[in-house]
């Protein structure tokens, strides 16, 4: 079983991307998922997170700015991220939990278990 992002790359500020997480031989987005970043220097944080019934949950340096989604049907999960500034500028992973809702420590990066190997993302003024 694996998660496999893809869709990073460099941007200006302002621009977007559209991160996806596709797992398989275990269906990830049937649980609590989380999108997890790492920025130079900076240690990993959970931008958002997903549960069982679709309920989202976001860090406040990103509200209002990226999305969070998935699709049971392909086992993948999203990050669409819009208004993009320097300060994005991370390797972005997606993860899973072994339980169904993420609760109040979906912040944590320590509640996830299963991680992909990280797509960068690179935002430039």
């Known amino acids: 079983a694996q998660l496999v992002e893809s869709g990073g790359g460099s941007v200006q500020a302002g621009g977007s991307l559209r991160l996806s997480c596709v797992g398989s031989?275990?269906?990830?987005?049937?649980?609590?998922m989380a999108w997890i970043r790492q920025g130079p220097g900076k240690e990993r944080e959970v931008v958002a997170s997903?549960?069982?019934?679709?309920?989202?949950t976001y860090a406040d340096f990103v509200k209002g700015r990226f999305t969070i989604s998935k699709d049971n049907a392909k086992n993948t999960m999203y990050l669409q991220m819009s208004s993009l500034e320097p300060e994005d500028t991370a390797m972005y992973y997606c993860?899973?939990?072994?339980?169904?809702?993420?609760?109040?420590?979906?912040?944590?990066?320590?509640?996830?278990?299963?991680w992909g190997q990280g797509t960068q993302v690179t935002v430039s003024l």
């Open positions: 993860a899973s939990d072994a339980r169904y809702w993420c609760g109040d420590g979906w912040s944590s990066v320590k509640i996830y278990d299963d």
């Open positions: 031989e275990y269906p990830y987005t049937t649980y609590c």
């Open positions: 997903i549960d069982h019934d679709a309920r989202t």
